[in-house]
């Protein structure tokens, strides 16, 4: 009886661990694949252990050149996606003007839109026009579905902004850039922060859009993608799991650094 | 819809409200708007007059195409593909329903029962992320093995004899099965569910609860009349993430599927990128893309919220 009334006042705790475990088991299996020492090409069982995908990471032909192509791309995309989609913001925030209905439905669109419409939307554009397919088309196409994601990323911080600050800034007598400089943009510059992190995670990791318009260029998850028909080296794994360890570590640095930051304004 | 009315405000108070201050320059909106406008209209709108074009157009790649406003290749469209079209409608929504079932409880965790543990389990929501979703998306490919312990403990349990009579497995295998696309399906799209059911219950007032505990509601009656009207933003914006992403997934039916489990985004992909008839996968985003926003805005209008943007 008493682990039946146990079980009714933990049973969203007990669901919800569950879903957790379901969202990282993935995680843990690509992990524990790292150290494995497949018998065929494909590594999907496992055989021995083995730290040699560790030891040589770039040990696969393109594997390495692949992740550095993503790695600029994703840089280059969230540049631009992240200033093109801060003056949006501040223009939509800051300003009344004409047409204000249809540049947020014109921003809010590329979201609600199924990625593999935009990429054959794209692709016959890019047909059409005799365009080169390669690196310059991806990252044109990067900066374009990252875009709607920082402009509201952005706008949300501006919203919540007291504009009285900025009013204060002028009645003491900053000028319009010293104030924008000095006062609007660090405040803004956590939403800036955010939709950038956000750009580039989506970015470095599309693969719809990217396989669509990048002709013969292998990025990253394109190289997967082509594993997955070839063969996948266990260096995939060591990659994936690198990248999971160093964005952990990361947030929890960011983490420490806040607290201690609050703590020392407190 | 909701039964309560709004919380005190507990946060200072907020600025006044009044209108955006006019800047010198009436110019200066339309100069921060202009490059990424132009962006857009570029890459994301005009390329939708050029797929509007290319579906009625007929002739070959040898040929070159030209514009003849050939409507039969929507109509052979759907004629040929209904059942894919069905299916990414069944399996994108059998997902999403299935990530709102499993979505809410960790995202209640999260918001009222974490304690201490709030930051670290969001992290773990979102870390799955930074690892490339095609490696996650074939680990199922292990975890879902013919003969490993899954498959295994499933078997045992005779839950694959109850599966494969209602046709979503086959034998004793689970992938290359429908159960297998709608698994990867709600596992790549379960975060988007998580986090904007978090964000609305996270802005609910605890004391709303306390209140409805006073009044002598159960725990189950609170959670029907009070907490789930209040998240419902977040479940109508959840919903609308999963959905629309999976519907025209591709990655998950052909990793984990087989040729009996292709979506529409499969047909698309192949039309476009193998056989390389144009006007056909053209013709086939246009209607996935028509019919995702029809459903997008009844199912807006229905549930009532409109302030998602």
Known sequence: ?266 | MTTVTDAPPLAPTPAPKERPPRKRGRLTPYWLLLPGILWLLVFFALPMVYQASTSVQTGSLEEGYKVTWHFATYWDAVADYWPQFLRSIAYAGTATILCLLLGYPLAYLIAFRAGRWRNLILILVIAPFFTSFLIRTLAWKTILADGGPVVGALNSLHVLDVTSWLGITAGDRVLATPLAVVCGLTYNFLPFMILPLYTSLERIDGRLHEAAGDLYAKPFTTFRRVTFPLSMPGVVSGTLLTFIPASGDYVNADLLGSTDTRMVGNVIQTQFLRILDYPTAAALSFILMAGILAIVTLYIRKSGTEDLV
């Open chain 1, 1 to 266: 009886m008493a682990f039946v009334r146990w079980l009714k006042r933990h049973l969203v705790v007990i669901a919800g661990l569950l879903t957790l475990g379901y969202l990282l088991l993935p995680n843990v299996v690509v992990t524990v694949f790292s150290f494995n020492n497949p018998k065929g090409r494909f590594n999907y069982e496992w055989q021995q252990f083995s730290t040699d995908a560790w030891t040589d990471p770039c040990g696969v032909a393109d594997l390495c050149g692949s992740l550095s192509l993503s790695l600029q791309i994703a840089g280059w995309a969230t540049l631009g996606a992240t200033v093109l989609g801060t003056l949006i913001a501040f223009a939509l925030v800051r300003y009344r003007f004409r047409a204000r209905g249809a540049v947020n439905s014109l921003i809010f669109l590329p979201m609600a839109m199924p990625e593999v419409v935009m990429a054959a939307s794209l692709l016959t554009l890019f047909l059409n026009l005799g365009a080169e397919l390669g690196f310059w088309t991806i990252l044109i196409a990067h900066i374009m579905f990252c875009l709607s994601f920082v402009v509201t990323a952005v706008k949300a911080r501006v919203m919540s902004m007291d504009p009285r600050l900025e009013q204060a800034a002028q009645d003491l007598y900053a000028g319009p850039v010293q104030t924008f400089l000095r006062v609007t943009l660090p405040i803004a510059a956590p939403g800036i922060a955010a939709g950038a992190l956000l750009a580039f995670a989506l970015s470095f990791d599309d693969f719809i859009i990217t396989n669509f318009n990048s002709g013969s260029t292998v990025t990253f998850p394109m190289f997967v993608w082509g594993s997955a028909q070839r063969g996948t080296p266990v260096q995939i794994n060591v990659i994936g799991t690198a990248m999971f360890i160093v964005a952990v570590l990361f947030v929890l640095a960011g983490m420490v650094i806040g607290n201690r930051r609050n703590r020392q304004k407190a």
